[in-house]
């Protein structure tokens, strides 16, 4: 059966490095599943290190299949803006280079929208220091990323980078959005 014939949506987003992303979006309620990729670049089925030379193009995502009776896109979209920096073109913190572009690959008219519509609001409310940079592109080609970025976080938790930025990130979410969070029997 296909995600479509369920009533499965999917968001691609890119919020900086895809671990942190990955970890936040996997745990909400209402999505059947997060898998880091590329998406945007010029070359096919493109690896790490080649995203890493910042000469691909691509920009580090995380591609998020989704049921909107249970969590909506403009959601996503709220959690996507709490969890990183849109303010700063090509960076996230100490990670820098084009593939940390704040993006979202909108899936249709409707995401486009949604999308302009929460960005707009966000810089009218003044929500940020900086005007948002996050990049709206039509959907493009998603590329996955090599197996061992799946579940990063959760599988190497002890690890120097998942320590020093990815748990502070996902326990500042977890606090926000407690409500809606997976159960643990989910």
Not at 44 to 72: L, M, N, R, W
Not at 84 to 97: E, F, Y
Not at 113 to 142: N, S, Y
Request: net charge negative; proline share 6%.
């Amino acid at each position: 059966m296909s995600a479509a014939s369920v009533g499965v949506q999917s968001a691609v987003f890119g919020g900086g490095c895809f671990w942190c992303v990955e970890a936040v979006f996997a745990s909400l309620e209402g999505v059947h599943s997060a898998q880091s990729g590329y998406c945007g670049g010029s070359v096919d089925q493109p690896t790490y290190e080649q995203v890493c030379s910042k000469q691909t193009g691509h920009i580090e995502v995380v591609k998020i299949d989704f049921d909107p009776a249970k969590i909506s896109y403009k959601d996503l979209l709220e959690v996507l803006f709490a969890i990183h920096d849109p303010t700063t073109p090509g960076r996230q913190g100490n990670d820098v280079g084009p593939q940390y572009q704040s993006a979202i690959f909108w899936q249709d008219v409707a995401q486009r929208d949604a999308a302009q519509a929460a960005i707009a609001a966000l810089d009218a409310a003044g929500e940020f220091a900086a005007p948002i940079c996050t990049e709206l592109r039509p959907a493009a080609k998603f590329w996955p990323a090599e197996a061992y970025h799946d579940n990063y976080f959760a599988l190497h938790p002890e690890q120097g980078y998942c320590q020093m930025v990815v748990a502070p990130k996902v326990q500042k979410f977890r606090k926000r959005f407690a409500t809606r969070l997976k159960s643990p029997t989910n």
